[in-house]
């Protein structure tokens, strides 16, 4: 089969279209075409280098690798054991076992998946938008059913409303009531935004979005949902409410430096730092989590927007193409 892969770390052009052995179902199993692969940020991340190697102290990850860690596809063949899907079934899958850095591999035509890491992709569903929403989506749902839920009336900020998960938590905030003021790089991005719920947007490159939220909302928001962090977070700290909260779960344009604690004093603020992993640990939770996104997406709460499909060998293009945040939603790999 084909995949990209990595010897190194780099630049997109580091990844290389290789053809290379096809995987075995091994027991428990579950041999998968892949028909649809999302690209998410962390993809960046493992590429890169970076951050992951410091949060677990100079860990290797060992090269070569294929990146990526979500895709939909169709059950080609099953390892001994397999009692959860049949060969011609649709499934999805986001995340192996370990941390996101840890075991990647979706960026290939056929990938064997433990059936614990699978979920069944109802009818309702295509295989674009499963691919599109379960990594982005689980994040979202993690952010709104165990950080912060938004209730109807709340005034509620998101930075980048046009960008993947921020799209979602716009989507998912606005639908439960809540007032949502939107963030977006750039003016392309504005339409966007309000299409995902957003009843304010503020071009936060442009304009300084601590003055532009206080004139909105004198009294502050409730919370602030952030994916770009070096770039945002310290400064979100300044348009929270009393016993506002400021959830980080990105790092688009940096970490995000040490928080000195004693400034949640003046008004009680609580800071918390999102990862997907701990949401979704096991099969029972990984399906809960994935039947709440698709039925939200059958009912049109969740609305995954693809933006491009770019043929699997060009997964180097599409990198460059997240790294110069030059589309919206979600990005896809077609193998
Ligand atoms: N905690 C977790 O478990 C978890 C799970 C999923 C994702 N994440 C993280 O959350 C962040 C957002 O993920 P996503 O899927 O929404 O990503 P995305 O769709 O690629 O959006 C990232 C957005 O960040 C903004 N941005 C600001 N500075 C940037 C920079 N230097 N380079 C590129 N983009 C920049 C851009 O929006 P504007 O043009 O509007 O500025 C861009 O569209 C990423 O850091 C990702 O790794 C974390």
Redesign the pocket.
């Known amino acids: 089969m084909y995949a990209i892969r990595i010897h190194q770390n780099g630049g997109p052009e580091v990844m290389a279209w290789e053809e290379i052995p096809g995987p075995v179902a091994t027991p428990g199993t579950v041999i998968v075409r892949h028909t649809a692969i999302g ?4 993809d ?2 493992v590429r890169r280098g970076g951050f992951y190697k410091t949060i677990r102290g100079g860990l290797d990850v060992g090269f070569p690798l294929i990146p990526g860690n979500e895709a939909a596809g169709i059950v080609e063949e099953i390892g001994e054991g397999v009692t959860d899907f049949r060969v011609g079934d649709r499934v999805a899958y986001a995340g192996m076992h370990g941390q ?1 850095f840890e075991d990647t591999g979706a960026y290939c035509e056929l990938r064997a998946v433990p059936q614990d890491r699978l979920v069944a992709v109802p009818a309702s569903v295509t295989d674009e938008q499963a691919a599109a929403i379960l ?2 989506g ?2 979202a749902s ?1 952010i709104v059913n165990r950080l912060h839920k938004p209730a109807k009336g709340e005034v509620v900020l998101v ?10 938590l716009c989507q998912w905030a606005s639908a439960l009531g809540a007032t949502v003021i939107g ?4 003016p392309a ?1 504005e339409a966007i ?1 309000r299409d995902n719920g957003c009843a304010h947007v503020i071009l ?2 442009e304009a300084d979005f601590v003055e532009a939220v206080n004139k909105i909302a004198p009294d502050g928001v409730t919370v602030v949902y952030d ?6 977070f310290e400064r979100s700290l300044d348009v929270l409410s009393h016993f506002g909260k400021a959830i ?7 970490p995000v430096a040490p928080v000195d604690i004693q400034r949640m004093a003046l008004r009680s603020l609580s800071v918390a ?5 701990g ?1 979704i640990p096991d099969a029972a939770a990984l399906r809960a989590v994935a039947a709440e996104l698709f039925e939200l997406v059958a009912q049109g709460v969740l609305r995954p927007r693809v933006d491009k499909v770019y043929p699997l060998e060009q997964a180097a293009s599409a990198h460059a193409d ?10 896809l790999l077609a193998p």
């Not at 690209?39 to 962390?42: L, Q």
């Not at 930075?159 to 979602?168: C, Q, W």
């Not at 980080?248 to 940096?254: D, F, P, T, V």
């Not at 730092?273 to 992993?277: F, I, N, S």
Request: glycine share 16%; proline share 0%.
């Open positions: 690209i998410n940020f962390s960046i991340n996101f990594l982005k689980s994040t993690l930075h980048t409303a046009a960008a993947g998960v921020g799209s979602l963030t977006v790089g750039s991005k935004a936060y490159r994916g770009v962090g070096k770039d945002t980080n779960y990105g790092n688009a344009s940096g730092r999102a990862g997907v992993t949401h997240v790294e110069a945040a030059r589309y919206s939603g979600s990005l």
